[in-house]
């Protein structure tokens, strides 16, 4: 599992800015606060959370998103390390590679001394087991090697990547709007983040945007996101990672926002910034009205809404129960058909 190790922590002030909003770091900070990732991880698959298991395909896309996100926000990204390639090794050689790392060895000779500690490779021959140390291996060591330390990498590739998309988002004629500062009678605070009661829970969550509107007298709560599909073809990405769970929660903390502070301000229909990694010439911006949803998904495929996933979450943290849903339990059995 990637990580880093875990330094001494730093006391945070948690207190809101004049405006109510949080900092990134805060937002970061605020233990027991449930956010979206974290109900969609705990409710969606708890087995894999206990047990400590990581998507590695996944680094590389999360990576490059949360730089990209940084970039085009005029934040810095000095804990970020160029790597000159990266790519995820076969489960033995990925199995070695982590022993490589945990042993603070490297080269081949490193890569020997790993195998013969696993008992990897039968073969008597150092050099064949040896030889089995290539360059992406080698990228791989060192990426994760960098973590272990605390820092974050990016391939040389995809940093230059992330610099283009940074400069379509900004020209873009569906994105340039969005990023452009000093519009009049607009004000746009990026990486806002928000925190609100939700039952005898607290949520919170951190806008890329959060827009403010003061002829219309609206407020626009939008997302940046990178995906590894086409910018076109966003739809299936938002079923498949239930982004409708975030919208709905973010659009509540918009609109517990908007009470407080401008109460005859309306929360409009969450927008989607999409920029594809595969197509990044191409970005395009989706919106997301929850009413419609309520109306022609979550009604007719009974789908779960953030009242679902909280209650789910409740089940699985109190009863420690990460095998069977609260419904299965409270039943005892299922109809199929």
Known sequence: MFGHKKEEEEEINMEPNELGFY???????????????TLKSVVEDPISLIQGRADLS?????????????????????????VESFKIPTAKKL?????????????????????????????????????????DLKFYVNAKTLTAKGKRFLSKDD?????????????????????????????????????ASFGQYEIKGLFD???????????????????????????????????ALQAEMYTLLAQEWASKYLPDYTVVPFRYVVLSTRDVENPFVYEFNWRNYVDKVVHRYNVKTLVDYVEEYDHIVKNQEFVYPKEMVEKGKMQLY
């Open 159 to 195: 940093f230059a990547l992330a610099n283009r998309g940074v400069e379509v988002l900004k020209s873009h004629r569906f994105t340039k709007k969005y990023f452009d500062k000093g519009l009049e009678n607009i004000d746009v605070h990026y990486q806002a983040g928000l925190k």
């Open 209 to 243: 945007m959060f827009i403010v509107h003061y002829d219309s007298k609206t407020i626009i709560p939008c997302d940046l996101k990178t995906t590894g599909g086409k910018s076109t073809d966003f739809k299936e990405a938002f079923r498949k990672y239930s982004y």
């Open 95 to 135: 199995e070695v590679a982590d022993k490589m790392v945990e042993m603070e060895v490297k080269g081949p000779e490193g890569f020997l001394a790993a195998a013969r500690e696993l008992g990897a490779y039968k073969v008597n021959k150092d050099d064949v087991v040896m030889a089995k140390f290539d360059d």
């Open 23 to 37: 900092s990134e770091k805060q937002i970061r900070g605020m233990k027991g606060v449930l956010s979206y990732s």
């Open 58 to 82: 996944s680094v590389r896309g999360v990576t490059l998103g949360s730089i990209i996100d940084k970039m085009v926000f005029g934040e810095p990204v000095d804990d970020i390390a160029i």
